[in-house]
């Protein structure tokens, strides 16, 4: 069990400038609350004292997310500097011909690290203690599987945190769903936690032994009522991995 303690915070699926273009009241007050809800997950990083912020992909709805709208997010990060933020991309924001990843200069943040290598790549904080890994989605990837290279865990002393964007297999009903994640995959990949996005609600899928959670968008797309929620995370070396859904708004204190 690593023994230096880590908090991080996790989200997903912002879904930022969402319908972009729509001038339907009903978008432009949901692309004003997406915001809103980003903003607050940032608090919410700040206020319990996070080490990093993980976001699972999906960080804008698509392609067409508007210059403002990438600036808008690289200040927010750099915001909450030095605190860590890593991120992969997702199905709405795949890499590709004319992808937000190509048209906007994203490496200018220090504290901001995109994992995008469509093979997967590690990035490591070592400060922290925390290894993070994550694959970049293509668009021309029809066979992408979001934990396909996950790695063995590279030591024992170093919290390992892999981050997925994808549909976990539940039963062969789900065969003809796209970015599939099998629970094997999981339960026997040795890391410490799957930080998962795609799926706007919240979910524990954990298999054990293995820590897996869909955090959740905290302002979905799909639905008018909603509570506003992250996954705050703490790992120790007494207690191991404890995760809990926190609504957006409320303080944490740290344990």
Known sequence: MPQRPLRFVHTSDLHLDAYVGVDDPIWVDRRAQIRVGFEAVLS????????????????????RAQAETVEWFLDRCAAIAPTAV????????????????TRHDLA?????????????????LPDLGLVCWGRGFHESDLDFRPLDGLPAREDSASW????????????????????????????????????????????????????????????????????????????????????????????????
């Open 160 to 255: 390992h945190v892999a981050l997925a964007h994808g549909h976990l297999v539940r039963g062969p009903g789900d065969a003809h769903r796209s970015m599939l994640i099998e629970p094997s995959q999981i339960d026997r990949s040795g890391w410490d936690y799957v930080a998962l996005g795609h799926w706007e609600h919240h979910a524990d899928v954990a298999s054990e032994p293995v820590v897996a959670v869909y955090s959740g968008a905290p302002v979905p797309l799909a639905r008018r009522e909603f509570e506003m929620a992250a996954i705050v995370v703490d790992c120790g070396p007494e207690t191991g991995v404890r995760w809990a859904r926190v609504p957006l708004g409320s303080s944490v204190g740290r344990r």
């Open 86 to 101: 890593v991120a992969i991309n997702g199905n709405h924001d795949a890499l590709g011909y004319g992808s937000v990843y």
């Open 44 to 63: 919410l990083t700040q206020e319990a004292k996070a080490d990093a912020l993980l976001i699972a992909g999906d960080i804008f709805d698509s392609n």
């Open 108 to 124: 200018g943040v220090e504290n901001l690290t995109f994992l995008l290598e469509e093979e997967g790549e590690t990035f490591t």
